[in-house]
């Protein structure tokens, strides 16, 4: 018989998937969390873009409680107001049309190449399937979705993968041009590569872009799981572009920390996903719903995209000013509050660096350090922020 332990950070009961750090956060108000020993954190990283609105908000909470009293759970078989009126308020904010609630941004993007390929096969009658994607890109962990990511390690040991999916460069309209044929459904990108790296796409690249899926009749997918709900300083990242996606797809922000995930489509993809053709039990629950709801209603309401947008300037010219000839400091980039700093070597130790004096940060690849406040972030935490990473930085060449 094995000893059992009970210590808040053992998690010898769970499958190893993450490479936990050593701290059990168990409490959260606004831009800050505390661990279970007490310890106070600044949170930089919002649970990787998902508290936009800071931990535990107010009206969000309101929302979530009121329906917690109401209704939790229906099938969709039934109407479901708090759905309907979800979709609504996503299209009203949007340049979509229609709405597939789902729990999760690889089940949003698996709905998303799942709706192109109906879209081509049974509404165009071409037989089309094939989904370009780029090289860097992050879009999940399904089976789908992990073939869609253009990163090998995410794929390894999981073969054989699904059919019709390739990647080209990002950015490279030329390699775009030559990986286009007669099967090609669709080309799928972020707008800024979030996990590979904090890489905004180049808008001359993105209209290029466009202007051929229009030509060949290829729809544009957009992934807008970590840039959308206002975080790059547009309630979606599309919107800085001008253009408009045929499909995308959020999560992450979508409800303030509860799951929930949506593809939202224009109106000629409606009749592609007809009675039966794609589905999900937890899909939009009232729960669910009522927090996209609420959160939607705070984001557009409080003009917390633009709020984003001037954090963004302030955070992004206050790294500049701070690690201004830092030889270790390569490069500070991002949009809005979706910010990188790209430096000489890997930063693995100067997260956990940043954890001892009270910042949570996270990387994007190996060498950048991913900056994720929450949207109603202040000056003041900024400033924390900023003197804590600018003075691990001061040092950070020396040991390397
Ligand atoms: C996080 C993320 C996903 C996957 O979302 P999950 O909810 O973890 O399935 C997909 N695409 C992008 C751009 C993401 O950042």
Known sequence: MSEKTTS????????????????????????????????????FMSGIAVTNLGHAPRKIKEALVKQLDELWHVSNLFHIPNQEEAARLLTDNSSGDAVFFCNSGAEANEAAIKLARKYQQKIKGNGRYE??????????????????TGQEKVKEGFAPLP??????????????????????????????QAEGGIYPADPAFVHALCKLCRKHGILLIIDEIQTGMGRTGKLFAYEHYGIEPDIFTLA????????????????????????????????????????????LETIVGDRLSERAEEKGDYLTSQLKAQLAGNPFVNDIRGKGLLVGIECAAPIAGLLTAAQDKGLLVISAGPNVIRLLPNLLVTNEEI??????????LAGAGDNK
């Open 8 to 43: 808040a950070v053992t998690a010898n009961s769970l499958l190893p998937t993450y490479a936990r750090y050593p701290i059990a956060l168990v409490k959260g108000e606004g831009s800050w969390l505390w661990d279970d020993q007490g310890k106070r954190y600044l949170d």
């Open 131 to 148: 989904i370009i994607t780029f090289e860097n890109s992050f879009h999940g962990r399904t089976l789908a979705t992990l073939t869609a």
């Open 163 to 192: 059919e019709g999916f390739r990647y080209i460069p990002y950015n490279d309209i030329e390699a775009l041009e030559a990986a286009i044929s007669d099967k090609t459904a669709a080309v799928m990108l972020e707008l800024v």
């Open 252 to 295: 992450k922000g979508l409800g303030s920390g509860f799951p929930v995930g949506a593809a939202v489509c224009k109106e000629e993809l409606r009749e592609a996903f007809g009675p039966g053709s794609h589905g999900s039990t937890f899909g939009g629950t009232p729960i669910a719903t009522a927090v996209v709801k609420a959160t």
């Open 383 to 392: 400033d924390q922020a900023v003197s804590i990473l600018a003075e691990l």
